[in-house]
């Protein structure tokens, strides 16, 4: 009966172990997400505006910036205000780097 508690407790101490490293993986990474509408589009300046709600982000896009629309590469230049769309980027900064912009419906 010991040794079958004691199995259990180290397999929960190694379960509580993996969750936390893999917690503080997803908080160093620093990517966050946002899903809103097209508000603004300067592809001279490589941003891209989202609106959700009472919340406005500036997205800038650079050559790494994975941009989708159906399952197929399109540029900014294909994203237009009012698009619905989801982006996923970081924080750098006072900007916003967007890693990747995926319009979900016109």
């Not at 010991?2 to 190694?14: D, E, G």
């Amino acid at each position: 009966m010991k040794k079958i508690t004691a199995v259990f407790l180290a397999m929960v101490l190694i379960m509580f172990f993996v969750v936390s490293v893999n917690a503080s993986e997803k908080k160093s990474s620093g990517a966050r997400q946002i899903t809103g509408s097209v508000s603004d589009v300067n592809a001279a300046n490589n941003t891209v505006t989202v609106k959700k709600k009472d919340t406005v982000i500036i997205l800038t896009t650079d050559d790494k910036t994975k941009v989708a629309q159906c399952n197929e590469g399109v540029s900014i230049n294909d994203i237009k205000v009012g698009d619905k769309i989801t982006a996923s980027y970081k924080e750098a900064g006072e900007s916003n780097a967007a890693q990747s912009i995926t319009v979900t419906n016109k």
